[in-house]
């Protein structure tokens, strides 16, 4: 019942309203049942009743308005309703740091955002539609208990069988979509593994062939357990129809057997009962989708508590690496950033890898590499210094003030960088207004002027070369113009020229006009070039000489 309690807390529509209107068009369904009995009755007789016939465009009128209005209420605002969904899971990724989201997965958020959103976008109106044909179920049974009794009971008793058995049955089938979806979903994974792995599966047939095995295996099993569940299905259908021709047989062969007046109503109720069908059968098919709509909801409330859990520790820790007094006064001409004492370990049941006691300077118009072999924690410790994570004790100062909690975004925002694993986006987010010469300045600068240009404040292709994209990458970061710039083995995949101009031209320039330049780098060759280099070993830092 998520879903009646996320209306009910949620909606800004008054759902009395709904309800009302959906009485309202089971009411003028009912009355259109009755003026067609009463009509029938007056035809017999070789009558037209203008009174009913004004009467039946009255309830085709009510209908047609309450069922459209309750329609558009509801479908507006449940999409009102994921949009705010999304919003809040928006801002809760917005504000998470990179253990947070670890923590929770990206798989559960991309789920969340698309296939639950989706499934509960697409059920919920069937769920209202369900609701009104429960409504016009009670309607029409009252006014079978009116013309007959006898077959009102009749009638509730093979019906409640009915839907009992059936009901009993689509569990077992419920399970097998279940078990299908897992299986559809090992498929996917398998195919990612191979569409991402192409050229891995292209240049070993082994792999390709065990990976393709394997593949066809889960396409076959899905095949299987899909083609099981229509069976099953169609048998279903087959069932749920034969139970309301064994109604209608009753109808007319056993009732009459029972009551003496039947004759006088037994064409009102066959009408009836056949009415009934359609509101049964729409109600019972509209249950599997309640609990897929329920089951994509419970999905997403998790998540969000989880998110939330993540996100009040992550702020916890935050709290723990900034100083506690009420500073967010906006920081400006930054001289020097500086770790103090700085310690972090990996969150981890058996403990992570540790950094720290860390002890580091950084200054206006300096450069300092950062060295060390791989997993030494070089990387570890940007993430530190730049306040994507945050660690466990020791503090950061700015200009030798200790980083107020309140400061901690205004001091990512001092940060421009290529980091490990970065992403390029085609757009100029976030640089405004965009100085067309100073870009066609910088790709002239990064010799890839003839392959980029500057197209609608975005870059014309990113489809480049590792070391291009590379090039590009530093491009936006040198147009946010920040007074920090931070470099994860920025040269690593430029060739040897470019390499030279980038230690011997780029960098030295960059330092003339008072950035603070940390790059974190292997190349020995240019070590005389920096003021400063941190050797990182085993999660310490070690100055040495340059
Ligand atoms: N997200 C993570 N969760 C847990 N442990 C991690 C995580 N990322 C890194 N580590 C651990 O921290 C250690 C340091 O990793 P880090 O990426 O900082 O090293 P690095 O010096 O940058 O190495 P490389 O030169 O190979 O990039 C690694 O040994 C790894 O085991």
Request: with cysteine; glycine share 6%; aromatic share 8%.
């Amino acid at each position: 019942m998520m879903l009646f309690n996320v209306l009910r807390t949620r909606a800004n529509i008054n759902m009395r309203t709904v309800v009302a209107l959906l009485v309202m068009a089971a009411v003028s369904t009912t009355m259109v049942l009755v003026i067609v009995n009463m009509a029938s009755s007056q035809a017999e007789e070789g009558t037209i009743s203008a009174r009913l016939l004004a009467l039946m465009a009255l309830s085709l009128i009510g209908f047609i308005w309450s069922q459209h209005t309750a329609d558009t209420l509801v479908a507006g605002e449940v999409e009102r309703i994921l949009h705010q969904f999304r919003l809040s899971l928006f801002d809760e990724v917005r504000t998470s740091s990179p253990e947070t989201l670890e923590t929770v997965g990206q798989g559960p958020i991309q789920a969340a955002m698309t296939q639950e959103m989706q499934t509960i976008s697409n059920t919920l109106p069937m769920l209202m539609n369900g609701i009104q044909q429960l409504v016009l179920i009670v309607f029409v049974s009252l006014y079978l208990a009116w013309l007959s009794l006898f077959a009102f009971a009749m009638i509730a008793v093979l019906a409640a069988l009915a839907v009992g058995i059936h009901l009993y049955r689509i569990k077992r089938i419920n399970a097998a979509v279940r078990e299908a979806a897992e299986d559809e979903g090992k498929l996917f994974g398998g195919l990612t593994d191979l569409l991402d792995g192409f050229k891995e599966v292209k240049m070993n047939s082994l792999r390709r062939e065990t990976l393709l095995s394997r593949l066809k295996t889960r396409s076959e099993r899905t095949r299987d357990t899909k083609a099981t569940i229509k069976q099953q299905w169609t048998r279903e259908t087959a069932a749920v129809q034969l139970a309301f021709y064994i109604m209608m047989a009753a109808m007319v062969f056993i009732v009459p057997m029972f009551t003496s007046d039947y004759h006088d109503v037994a064409v009102q109720t066959t009408t009836a009962t056949l009415f009934l069908f359609g509101p049964i059968g729409s109600t019972i098919m509209t249950l599997p989708a309640f609990n897929d709509s329920e089951a994509a909801l419970a999905k997403i409330t998790s998540l969000q508590e989880e998110l939330g859990d993540a996100l009040s520790k992550q702020h916890q820790r935050e709290a723990n690496a900034t100083d506690s007094k009420d500073t967010s006064a906006p920081l400006t001409d930054i001289t020097e950033i500086a770790l103090n004492d700085v310690r972090f370990t990996y969150p981890g049941p058996t403990g992570g890898f540790s950094v720290g006691p860390l002890n580091a300077s950084f200054k206006r118009g300096e450069i300092t590499f950062i060295t060390g072999g791989n997993g030494a924690g070089k990387s570890t410790m940007i993430a530190l210094l730049t306040g994507l994570r945050a660690f466990d004790s020791g503090e950061i100062t700015v200009n030798g003030t200790p980083l107020g909690i309140d400061q901690l975004q205004n001091y990512r925002d001092q940060f421009a960088s290529v980091l490990a694993g970065y992403h390029l986006f085609d757009a100029l987010y976030g640089i405004d207004p965009i100085d067309e010469d100073k870009v066609n300045a910088l790709l002239n600068q990064m010799e890839i002027a003839n392959k980029v240009t500057l197209e609608n404040n975005a870059f014309s292709t990113t489809s480049l070369s590792q070391g291009q994209r590379k090039r590009l990458a530093l491009i936006t970061a040198l147009l946010e113009e920040k007074p920090v710039l931070v470099l994860d083995e920025w040269a690593a995949d430029q060739d040897p020229h470019f390499r030279s101009v980038f230690y011997e031209k780029i960098l030295p320039d960059l330092r003339a006009q008072g950035k603070i330049l940390i790059c974190v780098t292997h190349d020995d060759r240019w070590f005389h070039l920096a003021d400063r280099i941190y050797h990182v070993r085993d999660g310490q830092f070690d100055e040495t000489s340059t």
